[in-house]
């Protein structure tokens, strides 16, 4: 793994969120934003309007749909979080895609962008080395192609059992 880049002379760049529309995940939203913004320097955080991308609270299953890099779409979806998922867990892995991070099914939970497949005793809220390094390439003025796929949705549901 390579070490998380050194901010450069560039100011970050400030990424408003919105969200008043996620109901009880509110605050862990707000939480998950922080995290993000003690873990890199090339992008920051913040709430407010207009929005780069807004948060949503709804009966499914968490999801993100990125639109492009820093702006689009998120659902705290409830179902994961009825099933025991952390939902702190799931706000800063569905924020990662948003700051261009792509699913990662490797079932670690040191690996924030597992996602469910980690499993629900996984209460890990914080990217590892690398997805800190992609954010940090991604918005930090490099000339790269963020990972994720833009205008895709990503869901994050739980992998059913084997039968």
Same mark, same amino acid.
């Given at each position: 793994?390579?070490?998380?880049?050194?901010?450069? &002379?560039?100011?970050? #760049?400030?990424?408003?969120?919105?969200?008043? #529309? !996620?109901?009880? $995940?509110?605050? /862990? /939203?707000?939480?998950?934003?922080?995290?993000?913004?003690?873990? /890199?320097?090339?992008?920051?955080?913040? !709430?407010?309007?207009?929005?780069? $991308?807004?948060?949503? !609270?709804? *009966?499914?299953?968490?999801?993100?749909?990125?639109?492009?890099?820093?702006?689009?779409?998120?659902?705290?979806?409830?179902?994961?979080?009825?099933?025991?998922?952390?939902?702190?867990? @799931?706000?800063?892995?569905?924020?990662?895609? @948003?700051?261009?991070? =792509?699913?990662?099914?490797?079932? #670690?939970?040191?690996?924030?962008?597992?996602?469910?497949? !980690?499993?629900t005793s996984c209460t890990n809220p914080n990217p *590892?080395?690398?997805?800190r390094a992609e954010v940090q390439r991604n918005f930090g003025?490099?000339?790269?192609?963020?990972?994720?796929? $833009?205008?895709?949705?990503?869901?994050? #549901? &739980?992998?059913? =059992?084997?039968?």
């Open positions: 793994m390579s070490p998380v880049p050194q901010a450069t &002379a560039t100011a970050a #760049r400030v990424l408003r969120y919105d969200a008043s #529309r !996620a109901a009880e $995940f509110r605050g /862990v /939203v707000d939480q998950a934003a922080q995290i993000w913004n003690s873990s /890199v320097t090339s992008v920051q955080l913040v !709430a407010g309007t207009p929005a780069d $991308f807004i948060v949503y !609270a709804d *009966n499914g299953w968490p999801r993100a749909q990125p639109t492009s890099l820093g702006r689009g779409y998120v659902w705290i979806g409830r179902q994961a979080t009825s099933q025991g998922h952390n939902s702190l867990r @799931i706000a800063t892995h569905e924020i990662g895609h @948003i700051l261009g991070l =792509p699913d990662r099914r490797t079932g #670690r939970c040191t690996d924030l962008m597992s996602g469910a497949s !980690a499993g *590892n080395t690398a997805e003025g490099w000339l790269v192609t963020p990972q994720v796929e $833009f205008n895709k949705i990503y869901e994050d #549901r &739980a992998l059913e =059992p084997a039968h």
